[in-house]
């Protein structure tokens, strides 16, 4: 159910002094884009949320700004630009095709496919017809969507291609009530005979029809919506049981988008490249909503493979990215760099470092910054960052967001000291995403920022969190009972997740609230939480915190031997293996010392300063699903690693310096053995709390 | 120490920006025949060492033709006929060496090159030739208020450079736009592949020695136009061979770079260095830089390079 | 195999198989003493894909050579589009609409994607030398219409991605793709593929076989490939035509040729 696991965290932009690679920038897309009308901007106020529909969002930007790009898509090369009035004309012939079909008012109708603005225009059509657009997840395969066209009890769906409606058809005995097909793309459909498909511009023709002889009736459809209305559903994976449909109406939806405009100052001069599955509530919210919020230009890449060249080619302002993508923009450039001749390489290395001195600070409008730095920065700005932040298409960029999980800090703060203003946010399907979000000029990292505005956020007894807002569900479709069992009396929702507000009112999310525990003194522990602080160092791979009903916390690590052997190679450190790795005296000090350094950390915060690790292990063997330890995802099983290396827990929570372990395990060949170790135990060290927030304070 | 003394004493910025001038309007006209070279190189594989007589036969042409009709039509005319050289040059010579290793190309080059150097002054004499396209001669002095003395130029030297500098972009865009350019930058890559689509080599050929004896025309009308047309243009062509050994050749951008590096830096040796050592070093410093190079970089500043796979 | 990574049923989505487009009769082809073909003979008609399957130096590429125009036979005649053919060489079966891929890839390394399917439309440029140096009117109008249809074949064969990497640094399966892009921008009537699929992973030739149905499929071009992967073979040919030791010991529908007692010899090395 949730969509952020862990914590979401977003990373926003100011407006920067990019001036110069931006100029440049333009310059270089002017040839791509074909018609971008400049026209003198028409400025429609944030809609008056309470009597709006998305419908009539759309009528009204028809009305206003009529001639302004509404959409772009990359076709053949060239981005070919629709505006507001084309969309309108598109989706009334949409819907009319539809209505000839029969589809009536609170019927679903299943969108599949990569964000194409056809299907964007679908849902809209649904959306005036009344009726409940459904996107599923692209690459779901079919089976998976079985439940969901069932639950749904989906008659209409608009996908994609081929590919989708192989999908489709190949549930056609499990789904009955399917009917209608449509498709975009005819590639490879030609000679498909089956009576319930139909292209997309047969499905328009019939609507033109339809209207002509209607006349008045989308009109008509339009006026019918009601703020309360569903808009959308959105199923959520569900990592137990079946996924249930998130049902959102239209004013709760157009509520949220409207607290984020006002937020980060949205506007319909935005730029925005959607590129995430139109499944995820993400993507409903920050491109569909927002754009008929705000008015602002959605584009669509040409195909998933070109993201990276149409984010250099649009220039977005406005960005929303799960980690991984910023994993990934990180990792081209450092092959990129290392590519480079050595000049550029020494160049990058001594600029970055001058980033990450100075560039949050001056990112976050500090006034403390020596000139030499500023002036260094400045250059840095001009040899590096410009020109690096140009070819990632991020010149532009006023407010990046990540969210869907915890962003690691290095690459976070890669980002913000390039002067990119990501943030992170926090939130999940049921609550339309937004519950916390970091505030431009006041990022703190390890946290999702402050609840946002209207939106109300406890953290119970227990530890989890709990959200009350406008933006809330309405329910999920069809299952009142888990309906009324994830809201409290109260209204609040029940994220499942807990967290804590820090000194500063930002909230903290640690774990899920199920696996949170409590040491023998009653005072929090995460194991979760600490484990993932632990896996932010390259070295460490994997980490088993125990400590429930304990009376201190200890930790079970596995290294990354891919980034120690490099570490062990500079050194001139011989190994043998990874347990003859794990084994050496120098690895246990480099490991204490990173969780002497997580320590710190931990003491910073007075409900976490009893969780710092004391002693803890390094593991002779990996974990490894062959041998049940971890989940085929790499989900750490810490019962069945409890359990079997009990001697080794034991050992952590008593005083011994050696502790000595026989495991089962597979050899790679299938065979099975007993391997024997003789393991340290190793010391970390501990802050005492008191001191240690405050020391941790001025490091901060 | 002495010498030493010397230099800073010569180090006035205004004289230095005048060698410096000076050098990059000689390396523009380096850069044009190394041009040539390199057209020819990448397009076949072959060293062209006719190029300095092409540039001969060119002006020569272009100077004897111009003295009994108007200049446009003469610059035609000698354009075709490097044309007609090309066409030749592909029929009489190359068509028959396909296939053929390196140095015999190379050497049917020689040959091509003792042909030209007799054909030409038999055709069209052997007397120095003027050629005069009516670029004004008188030197001005420029910056006077930023250095003292100013700066002394030669408006002729700026005109030509930026006729080379045209012929060049002219060339690039050429080269990238157009579906011949594309034919020859496919031809350049790989034969055998260019044959299977349908690109017939033999007029990729004759295209592109026409393309290097119009780009031979050119550097030879502004040579001439400096120094008239003698024989001894044949020598300042092989100048050429340093700069494409600078710059790669294979690369186009090399050849320009590596023209105005030697230019700039056989003047700066020669007013500078010159003094010192005791002059002519204009004559040989390129083919020591050259030499450098081979040493250093084999593959020149903007070469591939070369690795063979096992 | 990949009978069952297929799940398209390739049937469905074929255009109506045609009448001969391509006949050989009697085909012989000796280099000095060594027999390369001998006396082989067989039809390909329009909108169908054949496989010519064999062993190793069977002969394979060289019929391919022959019907491209690179080899002369000696014996035998070869009638395209109903008229027979004369003195031909590949310059001029490439303008009758033939288009091929290489067994080694033969692509321009050091030039963009683009670059490389716009040389395939080399045969169709019609303004001449002189106007593309002035870059007017026509030429740019010229340009203009056939980077469209390559940009067609771009999205086609969903490289949009590498439409400007330099081809030198794409993976070899990727090469192989944009060699059949080039040679699609010629729009050939007939395709001729040399081992379209040799050196691929599973995955790149599920995409390559799905490209060749599409091909098929959408424009009608008629195809001819070698390929050595019999799940292939059965799965995305309509016909297969058999070689051993240059001559002709099979053809027929997959199922047939799987079943015949000269293949499976063949296959199995017995001696003749």
Same mark, same amino acid.
């Given at each position: 159910?949730?969509?952020?696991?862990?914590?979401?965290?977003?990373?926003?932009?100011?407006?920067?002094?990019?001036?110069?690679?931006?100029?440049?920038?333009?310059?270089?897309?002017?040839?791509?884009?074909?018609?971008?009308?400049?026209?003198?901007?028409?400025?429609?106020?944030?809609?008056?949320?309470?009597?709006?529909?998305?419908?009539?969002?759309?009528?009204?930007?028809?009305?206003?700004?009529?001639?302004?790009?509404?959409?772009?898509?990359?076709?053949?090369?060239?981005?070919?630009?629709?505006?507001?009035?084309?969309?309108?004309?598109?989706?009334?012939?949409?819907?009319?095709?539809?209505?000839?079909?029969?589809?009536?008012?609170?019927?679903?109708?299943?969108?599949?496919?990569?964000?194409?603005?056809?299907?964007?225009?679908?849902?809209?059509?649904?959306?005036?017809?009344?009726?409940?657009?459904?996107?599923?997840?692209?690459?779901?395969?079919?089976?998976?969507?079985?439940?969901?066209?069932?639950?749904?009890?989906?008659?209409?769906?608009?996908?994609?291609?081929?590919?989708?409606?192989?999908?489709?058809?190949?549930?056609?005995?499990?789904?009955?009530?399917?009917?209608?097909?449509?498709?975009?793309?005819?590639?490879?459909?030609?000679?498909?005979?089956?009576?319930?498909?139909?292209?997309?511009?047969?499905?328009?023709?019939?609507?033109?029809?339809?209207?002509?002889?209607?006349?008045?009736?989308?009109?008509?459809?339009?006026?019918?919506?009601?703020?309360?209305?569903?808009?959308?559903?959105?199923?959520?994976?569900?990592?137990?049981?079946?996924?249930?449909?998130?049902?959102?109406?239209?004013?709760?939806?157009?509520?949220?988008?409207?607290?984020?405009?006002?937020?980060?100052?949205?506007?319909?001069?935005?730029?925005? &490249?959607?590129?995430?599955?139109?499944?995820?509530?993400?993507?409903?919210?920050?491109?569909?909503?927002?754009?008929?919020?705000?008015?602002?230009?959605?584009?669509?890449?040409?195909?998933?493979?070109?993201?990276?060249?149409?984010?250099?080619?649009?220039?977005?302002?406005?960005?929303?990215?799960?980690?991984?993508?910023?994993?990934?923009?990180?990792?081209?450039?450092?092959?990129?760099?290392?590519?480079?001749?050595?000049?550029?390489?020494?160049?990058?290395?001594?600029?970055?470092?001058?980033?990450?001195?100075?560039?949050?600070?001056?990112?976050?409008?500090?006034?403390?910054?020596?000139?030499?730095?500023?002036?260094?920065?400045?250059?840095?700005? &001009?040899?590096?960052?410009?020109?690096?932040?140009?070819?990632?298409?991020?010149?532009?960029?006023?407010?990046?967001?990540?969210?869907?999980?915890?962003?690691?800090?290095?690459?976070?703060?890669?980002?913000?000291?390039?002067?990119?203003?990501?943030?992170?946010?926090?939130?999940?399907?049921?609550?339309?995403?937004?519950?916390?979000?970091?505030?431009?000029?006041?990022?703190?990292?390890?946290?999702?920022?402050?609840?946002?505005?209207?939106?109300?956020?406890?953290?119970?007894?227990?530890?989890?969190?709990?959200?009350?807002?406008?933006?809330?569900?309405?329910?999920?479709?069809?299952?009142?009972?888990?309906?009324?069992?994830?809201?409290?009396?109260?209204?609040?929702?029940?994220?499942?997740?807990?967290?804590?507000?820090?000194?500063?009112?930002?909230?903290?999310?640690?774990?899920?609230?199920?696996?949170?525990?409590?040491?023998?003194?009653?005072?929090?522990?995460?194991?979760?939480?600490?484990?993932?602080?632990?896996?932010?160092?390259?070295?460490?791979?994997?980490?088993?915190?125990?400590?429930?009903?304990?009376?201190?916390?200890?930790?079970?690590?596995?290294?990354?031997?891919?980034?120690?052997?490099?570490?062990?190679?500079?050194?001139?450190?011989?190994?043998?293996?990874?347990?003859?790795?794990?084994?050496?005296?120098?690895?246990?000090?480099?490991?204490?010392?990173?969780?002497?350094?997580?320590?710190?950390?931990?003491?910073?915060?007075?409900?976490?300063?009893?969780?710092?690790?004391?002693?803890?292990?390094?593991?002779?063997?990996?974990?490894?699903?062959?041998?049940?330890?971890?989940?085929?995802?790499?989900?750490?099983?810490?019962?069945?690693?409890?359990?079997?290396?009990?001697?080794?827990?034991?050992?952590?929570?008593?005083?011994?310096?050696?502790?000595?372990?026989?495991?089962?395990?597979?050899?790679?060949?299938?065979?099975?053995?007993?391997?024997?170790?003789?393991?340290?135990?190793?010391?970390?060290?501990?802050?005492?709390?008191?001191?240690?927030?405050?020391?941790?304070?001025?490091?901060? | 120490?002495?010498?030493?003394?010397?230099?800073?004493?010569?180090?006035?910025?205004?004289?230095?920006?005048?060698?410096?001038?000076?050098?990059?309007?000689?390396?523009?006209?380096?850069?044009?025949?190394?041009?040539?070279?390199?057209?020819?190189?990448?397009?076949?594989?072959?060293?062209?060492?006719?190029?300095?007589?092409?540039?001969?036969?060119?002006?020569?042409?272009?100077?004897?033709?111009?003295?009994?009709?108007?200049?446009?039509?003469?610059?035609?005319?000698?354009?075709?006929?490097?044309?007609?050289?090309?066409?030749?040059?592909?029929?009489?010579?190359?068509?028959?060496?396909?296939?053929?290793?390196?140095?015999?190309?190379?050497?049917?080059?020689?040959?091509?090159?003792?042909?030209?150097?007799?054909?030409?002054?038999?055709?069209?004499?052997?007397?120095?030739?003027?050629?005069?396209?009516?670029?004004?001669?008188?030197?001005?002095?420029?910056?006077?208020?930023?250095?003292?003395?100013?700066?002394?130029?030669?408006?002729?030297?700026?005109?030509?450079?930026?006729?080379?500098?045209?012929?060049?972009?002219?060339?690039?865009?050429?080269?990238?736009?157009?579906?011949?350019?594309?034919?020859?930058?496919?031809?350049?890559?790989?034969?055998?592949?260019?044959?299977?689509?349908?690109?017939?080599?033999?007029?990729?050929?004759?295209?592109?020695?026409?393309?290097?004896?119009?780009?031979?025309?050119?550097?030879?009308?502004?040579?001439?136009?400096?120094?008239?047309?003698?024989?001894?243009?044949?020598?300042?062509?092989?100048?050429?061979?340093?700069?494409?050994?600078?710059?790669?050749?294979?690369?186009?951008?090399?050849?320009?770079?590596?023209?105005?590096?030697?230019?700039?830096?056989?003047?700066?040796?020669?007013?500078?260095?010159?003094?010192?050592?005791?002059?002519?070093?204009?004559?040989?410093?390129?083919?020591?830089?050259?030499?450098?190079?081979?040493?250093?970089?084999?593959?020149?500043?903007?070469?591939?390079?070369?690795?063979?796979?096992? | 195999?990949?009978?069952?990574?297929?799940?398209?049923?390739?049937?469905?989505?074929?255009?109506?198989?045609?009448?001969?487009?391509?006949?050989?009769?009697?085909?012989?082809?000796?280099?000095?003493?060594?027999?390369?073909?001998?006396?082989?003979?067989?039809?390909?008609?329009?909108?169908?894909?054949?496989?010519?399957?064999?062993?190793?130096?069977?002969?394979?590429?060289?019929?391919?050579?022959?019907?491209?125009?690179?080899?002369?036979?000696?014996?035998?005649?070869?009638?395209?589009?109903?008229?027979?053919?004369?003195?031909?060489?590949?310059?001029?079966?490439?303008?009758?609409?033939?288009?091929?891929?290489?067994?080694?890839?033969?692509?321009?390394?050091?030039?963009?994607?683009?670059?490389?399917?716009?040389?395939?439309?080399?045969?169709?440029?019609?303004?001449?030398?002189?106007?593309?140096?002035?870059?007017?009117?026509?030429?740019?109008?010229?340009?203009?219409?056939?980077?469209?249809?390559?940009?067609?074949?771009?999205?086609?064969?969903?490289?949009?991605?590498?439409?400007?990497?330099?081809?030198?640094?794409?993976?070899?399966?990727?090469?192989?793709?944009?060699?059949?892009?080039?040679?699609?921008?010629?729009?050939?009537?007939?395709?001729?593929?040399?081992?379209?699929?040799?050196?691929?992973?599973?995955?790149?030739?599920?995409?390559?076989?799905?490209?060749?149905?599409?091909?098929?499929?959408?424009?009608?071009?008629?195809?001819?490939?070698?390929?050595?992967?019999?799940?292939?073979?059965?799965?995305?040919?309509?016909?297969?035509?058999?070689?051993?030791?240059?001559?002709?010991?099979?053809?027929?529908?997959?199922?047939?040729?799987?079943?015949?007692?000269?293949?499976?010899?063949?296959?199995?090395?017995?001696?003749?």
């Amino acid at each position: 159910m949730r969509v952020f696991p862990l914590s979401g965290r977003v990373l926003e932009m100011k407006k920067y002094a990019f001036k110069l690679p931006e100029a440049k920038h333009v310059a270089k897309r002017a040839d791509l884009i074909s018609t971008i009308s400049e026209g003198n901007a028409v400025t429609v106020s944030a809609a008056p949320g309470n009597a709006m529909t998305f419908p009539r969002l759309l009528e009204k930007h028809a009305a206003a700004r009529g001639d302004r790009p509404a959409m772009r898509e990359k076709d053949l090369g060239i981005w070919q630009t629709t505006s507001w009035s084309q969309v309108r004309a598109e989706v009334e012939a949409i819907a009319g095709g539809l209505a000839a079909l029969g589809f009536k008012r609170g019927d679903c109708l299943a969108v599949i496919g990569d964000n194409r603005p056809r299907l964007y225009w679908s849902m809209m059509a649904a959306q005036c017809l009344g009726g409940i657009p459904v996107p599923l997840y692209q690459d779901a395969v079919a089976q998976e969507m079985v439940y969901v066209l069932q639950d749904a009890d989906v008659r209409f769906a608009i996908v994609e291609d081929q590919e989708q409606i192989d999908k489709l058809l190949s549930l056609m005995p499990e789904c009955a009530s399917l009917s209608h097909l449509v498709y975009d793309d005819p590639r490879g459909l030609r000679k498909y005979a089956q009576p319930q498909l139909m292209g997309y511009e047969r499905l328009t023709a019939m609507g033109r029809a339809f209207n002509a002889t209607h006349p008045g009736f989308f009109g008509d459809q339009i006026a019918l919506g009601k703020p309360d209305d569903i808009a959308v559903m959105l199923y959520t994976s569900g990592t137990t049981g079946k996924p249930k449909g998130v049902s959102h109406t239209h004013a709760a939806l157009i509520q949220t988008a409207n607290v984020l405009v006002a937020f980060d100052g949205i506007s319909e001069n935005d730029d925005l &490249l959607c590129y995430l599955p139109m499944a995820w509530v993400g993507d409903f919210l920050y491109s569909y909503g927002q754009s008929y919020v705000t008015g602002l230009c959605l584009n669509c890449p040409e195909s998933t493979d070109t993201v990276m060249e149409c984010l250099r080619e649009i220039g977005p302002t406005y960005y929303f990215a799960p980690p991984r993508v910023y994993e990934n923009i990180l990792t081209q450039v450092m092959i990129r760099i290392q590519d480079a001749n050595p000049l550029k390489r020494r160049m990058f290395h001594y600029f970055m470092d001058v980033a990450r001195r100075v560039g949050i600070r001056v990112l976050d409008g500090k006034q403390d910054i020596a000139l030499m730095d500023r002036v260094l920065y400045g250059i840095g700005e &001009l040899l590096v960052y410009g020109p690096m932040k140009n070819v990632l298409g991020l010149s532009r960029i006023r407010v990046a967001y990540s969210g869907g999980e915890a962003i690691g800090p290095d690459l976070f703060n890669f980002y913000r000291s390039m002067g990119i203003n990501l943030k992170q946010l926090y939130g999940m399907t049921e609550t339309c995403v937004t519950v916390c979000m970091q505030k431009s000029g006041d990022v703190k990292l390890g946290t999702v920022g402050p609840p946002m505005p209207g939106v109300e956020v406890r953290v119970a007894g227990n530890g989890e969190v709990l959200v009350r807002s406008k933006g809330m569900m309405k329910e999920y479709h069809r299952q009142p009972e888990a309906s009324k069992s994830v809201v409290n009396a109260e209204g609040f929702f029940l994220t499942g997740d807990a967290g804590f507000f820090d000194t500063d009112g930002h909230l903290v999310i640690i774990d899920r609230a199920k696996d949170v525990g409590r040491l023998a003194d009653g005072s929090l522990f995460a194991p979760k939480y600490i484990e993932n602080k632990l896996k932010f160092f390259p070295y460490i791979k994997e980490a088993v915190a125990f400590g429930d009903g304990r009376d201190q916390v200890t930790a079970m690590i596995n290294i990354d031997v891919a980034a120690l052997g490099d570490w062990a190679e500079r050194r001139n450190l011989g190994y043998s293996g990874y347990a003859d790795l794990a084994a050496k005296p120098e690895v246990y000090a480099l490991i204490a010392e990173c969780i002497g350094r997580v320590n710190v950390d931990l003491a910073a915060d007075p409900k976490l300063a009893t969780s710092q690790i004391t002693r803890f292990v390094i593991l002779h063997k990996e974990l490894d699903a062959d041998d049940g330890e971890l989940t085929r995802t790499r989900k750490v099983r810490r019962n069945i690693i409890a359990e079997k290396y009990a001697v080794i827990v034991e050992a952590l929570f008593s005083t011994v310096e050696h502790c000595e372990i026989e495991a089962a395990m597979k050899f790679e060949d299938g065979r099975s053995g007993v391997v024997r170790a003789d393991l340290k135990i190793g010391v970390a060290k501990i802050q005492a709390s008191d001191q240690a927030t405050s020391v941790a304070r001025k490091a901060a | 120490m002495k010498w030493l003394g010397a230099i800073s004493a010569e180090l006035k910025v205004g004289p230095f920006i005048e060698v410096v001038l000076g050098g990059l309007m000689a390396g523009v006209l380096y850069s044009l025949v190394a041009l040539g070279f390199v057209l020819i190189y990448k397009a076949s594989g072959v060293f062209n060492f006719a190029q300095g007589a092409m540039v001969l036969l060119a002006a020569l042409a272009f100077a004897r033709f111009s003295e009994v009709m108007p200049m446009p039509v003469a610059f035609l005319l000698a354009a075709l006929l490097m044309v007609g050289a090309a066409f030749a040059i592909e029929r009489l010579v190359l068509r028959h060496l396909v296939n053929q290793d390196g140095i015999i190309l190379f050497l049917a080059t020689f040959g091509i090159t003792y042909f030209i150097e007799g054909l030409g002054p038999q055709l069209f004499g052997d007397n120095i030739y003027r050629i005069d396209l009516g670029m004004p001669k008188e030197p001005r002095i420029i910056l006077e208020s930023m250095f003292e003395g100013g700066i002394l130029i030669n408006l002729e030297d700026f005109i030509a450079a930026g006729i080379a500098a045209a012929l060049v972009t002219f060339l690039a865009i050429f080269f990238q736009k157009t579906a011949t350019g594309r034919a020859l930058r496919a031809v350049a890559d790989d034969h055998q592949a260019a044959q299977s689509v349908g690109i017939p080599l033999n007029r990729i050929w004759v295209i592109v020695w026409s393309v290097s004896g119009f780009v031979a025309l050119v550097a030879g009308m502004i040579w001439g136009s400096k120094l008239g047309v003698q024989f001894s243009l044949v020598l300042i062509a092989l100048k050429a061979i340093p700069v494409v050994i600078l710059g790669g050749f294979t690369s186009v951008p090399g050849a320009i770079v590596g023209g105005l590096i030697i230019g700039v830096g056989e003047k700066i040796a020669e007013v500078y260095l010159g003094p010192i050592i005791g002059g002519g070093i204009e004559n040989w410093f390129a083919y020591v830089l050259a030499l450098a190079f081979l040493l250093f970089r084999p593959e020149g500043l903007f070469g591939e390079r070369h690795i063979d796979r096992v | 195999m990949s009978a069952n990574a297929m799940p398209l049923d390739a049937n469905l989505h074929r255009r109506e198989i045609g009448s001969v487009i391509l006949a050989l009769e009697n085909i012989s082809l000796a280099f000095g003493g060594v027999q390369a073909l001998s006396d082989i003979s067989f039809d390909v008609r329009e909108h169908e894909i054949l496989a010519i399957i064999g062993p190793n130096g069977a002969g394979k590429s060289s019929l391919l050579n022959v019907i491209n125009g690179v080899y002369h036979p000696q014996q035998g005649t070869i009638t395209f589009k109903g008229e027979k053919r004369h003195q031909m060489n590949p310059h001029k079966v490439a303008s009758q609409g033939v288009a091929r891929t290489f067994q080694n890839i033969a692509l321009f390394k050091g030039m963009s994607v683009l670059d490389n399917l716009m040389t395939g439309r080399n045969l169709m440029m019609k303004t001449g030398i002189l106007q593309q140096a002035l870059y007017w009117g026509a030429t740019q109008r010229e340009e203009l219409v056939h980077r469209a249809r390559v940009e067609e074949i771009i999205t086609f064969l969903e490289i949009e991605s590498i439409r400007k990497t330099p081809v030198g640094r794409l993976p070899y399966g990727l090469q192989k793709r944009v060699e059949l892009g080039r040679a699609l921008a010629a729009e050939p009537t007939m395709l001729l593929l040399d081992e379209p699929m040799a050196g691929m992973n599973v995955e790149e030739k599920q995409d390559m076989c799905r490209f060749v149905l599409d091909v098929n499929e959408e424009f009608g071009t008629t195809i001819v490939l070698i390929e050595h992967d019999m799940g292939v073979v059965m799965d995305i040919s309509d016909r297969v035509v058999v070689l051993d030791y240059g001559k002709k010991i099979g053809d027929g529908a997959p199922d047939d040729v799987r079943n015949n007692q000269a293949v499976i010899d063949a296959y199995l090395g017995v001696k003749h």
